[in-house]
């Protein structure tokens, strides 16, 4: 195995991981939301800190998650290209689109956000409700971790690309084994590949 690969390898299960505790937090964030709703309609209570803690878990489930979801290839992807091309030419895309377009785009919400956390945390920016979670410093330091899982994904995402395109990896070999798809469909995207 190489370097990249153990590299790639790392940052897949460190985001798995974390894809993992993100959604043991959406079971949580749903049984808080349920509490909440039985306790202001049926008994007339609020606590303001457990109705924003909703919005805390429901922001972090899917910054924190969007590094799990691009591990699992689960973003919206228009696949008008994508879709019908090879293996090869598909690790040929996500190489050029990563390099090109998603890590600049980490490295720029990175830098744009920076003044905002860092100005968040210099005052300990917290809840404008008296009773609220006094941590929005530590909310928005989320948009920093999001971008930075992101990236590392990306980075795998890029180093798998690279490997399959250079004959050293296997990562697309399965890329057709979509569930969604006819048997005729594939069948026909197989015998265009053996015909290149």
């Given at each position: 195995?190489?370097?990249?690969?153990?590299?790639?390898?790392?940052?897949?299960?460190?985001?798995?991981?974390?894809?993992?505790?993100?959604?043991?937090?959406?079971?949580?964030?749903?049984?808080?939301?349920?509490?909440?709703?039985?306790?202001?309609?049926?008994?007339?209570i609020?606590?303001?800190?457990?109705?924003?803690?909703?919005?805390?878990?429901?922001?972090?489930?899917?910054?924190?998650?969007?590094?799990?979801?691009?591990?699992?290839?689960?973003?919206?992807?228009?696949?008008?290209?994508?879709?019908?091309?090879?293996?090869?030419?598909?690790?040929?895309?996500?190489?050029?689109?990563?390099?090109?377009?998603?890590?600049?785009?980490?490295?720029?919400?990175?830098?744009?956000?920076?003044?905002l956390?860092?100005?968040?945390?210099?005052?300990?920016?917290?809840?404008?409700?008296?009773?609220?979670?006094?941590?929005?410093?530590?909310?928005?330091?989320?948009?920093?971790?999001?971008?930075f899982?992101?990236?590392?994904?990306?980075?795998?995402?890029?180093?798998?690309?690279?490997?399959?395109?250079?004959?050293?990896?296997?990562?697309?070999?399965?890329?057709?084994?979509?569930?969604?798809?006819?048997?005729?469909?594939?069948?026909?995207?197989?015998?265009?590949?053996?015909?290149?």
């Open positions: 195995m190489s370097t990249l690969e153990k590299i790639s390898n790392i940052i897949d299960k460190t985001n798995e991981k974390i894809g993992h505790f993100i959604a043991w937090l959406t079971l949580v964030m749903v049984l808080v939301q349920f509490i909440v709703v039985i306790l202001r309609y049926v008994y007339s609020g606590f303001i800190q457990m109705q924003e803690s909703i919005w805390y878990m429901h922001g972090i489930i899917f910054m924190l998650g969007a590094g799990y979801t691009l591990l699992k290839d689960g973003h919206v992807r228009v696949d008008v290209f994508y879709r019908d091309v090879t293996p090869r030419m598909r690790a040929i895309i996500d190489f050029w689109g990563g390099v090109l377009y998603l890590l600049p785009i980490c490295i720029l919400i990175f830098y744009y956000s920076f003044g956390v860092v100005n968040s945390w210099k005052v300990f920016e917290g809840s404008t409700e008296s009773d609220g979670i006094q941590a929005i410093f530590l909310y928005k330091t989320v948009i920093w971790v999001f971008a899982l992101v990236f590392i994904q990306g980075t795998s995402m890029v180093i798998k690309a690279w490997l399959y395109i250079t004959g050293q990896g296997t990562h697309y070999d399965d890329a057709h084994e979509d569930e969604f798809l006819s048997k005729e469909y594939l069948e026909g995207i197989r015998e265009r590949e053996n015909e290149s």
